[in-house]
């Protein structure tokens, strides 16, 4: 089966780190681009994060640009959010996301949604 | 605020059209970027709806329909269903921001 699986949210202090993966199946995912979008409680959806294929080029939105850095592991078929300087904001719901696209830059769109997982940020 | 503007709600009864907007600006709709719909149930993820402005993935009923024309997008949805009750959003590149943005949500209500 087509699958994203999100794990490693919970419940995290302000100032603090945490780690969320996403294990894909069912496709081959080295040959995609992969992206995190995240949901508030009762809000819209929020893109984060971006990695190529490779692991070799990344990208961020500016709300998390130096605390978050996303990765992949093309052998464990796994993506990766780290996550450091925690803030009461980056409270949400984080989606693992599949890119396809036209074949040109502005015409990605997400084919591909994990379930998401919950972070929390309260002291 | 989110970089696109869509209406927080539309609603209309069984069997009726309903459009919902998407505007945007000259550095994201306004461009070649594509447009794309997603539909979300409560405690769900995003479903892609249609992709590329006006294209339908496998699966997607033909009720379903987009459209862009300058810095605006538009999602239709004919013979509406008491099932299409849902938040539905919209998508695309901002080249200024060199990132992806969506829409603030449009909650869809089937009376």
């Given at each position: 089966e087509v699958q994203l699986v999100?794990?490693?949210?919970?419940?995290?202090?302000?100032g603090g780190s945490l780690r969320l993966s996403c294990a894909a199946s069912g496709f081959t995912f080295s040959r995609y681009w992969m992206h995190w979008v995240r949901q508030a409680p009762g809000k819209g959806l929020v893109w984060v994060s971006r990695i190529n294929d490779h692991g070799s080029s990344t990208s961020y939105a500016d709300s998390v640009k130096g605390r978050?850095?996303?990765?992949?592991?093309?052998?464990?078929?796994t993506v990766y959010m780290q996550m450091?300087?925690?803030?009461?904001e980056d409270r949400a719901v984080y989606f693992c996301v599949r890119e396809e696209s036209s074949g040109y830059l502005g015409s990605e769109y997400f084919d591909l949604w994990g379930r998401g997982t919950l972070v929390t940020v309260s002291s | 605020q989110s970089v696109l503007t869509q209406p927080p709600s539309v609603s209309g009864a069984p069997g009726q059209r309903v459009t919902i907007s998407c505007t945007g600006s000259s550095s994201n709709i306004g461009t070649i970027n594509d447009v794309h719909w997603y539909?979300?149930?409560?405690?769900?993820a995003p479903k892609l709806l249609i992709y590329a402005n006006n294209n339908r993935p496998s699966g997607v009923p033909d009720r379903f329909s987009g459209s862009k024309s300058?810095?605006?997008?538009?999602?239709?949805?004919?013979?509406?269903?008491?099932?299409?009750?849902?938040?539905?959003?919209?998508?695309?590149?901002?080249?200024?921001?060199?990132?992806?943005?969506?829409?603030?949500?449009?909650?869809?209500t089937v009376l």
């Open positions: 999100e794990s490693g949210g919970g419940l995290v202090e302000p978050f850095t996303i990765s992949r592991d093309n052998v464990k078929n450091n300087s925690l803030r009461a | 539909q979300q149930f409560p405690g769900t300058g810095t605006s997008a538009s999602l239709a949805i004919t013979g509406l269903q008491a099932e299409d009750e849902a938040d539905y959003y919209c998508q695309s590149y901002d080249s200024s921001l060199s990132g992806w943005v969506f829409g603030g949500g449009t909650k869809l």
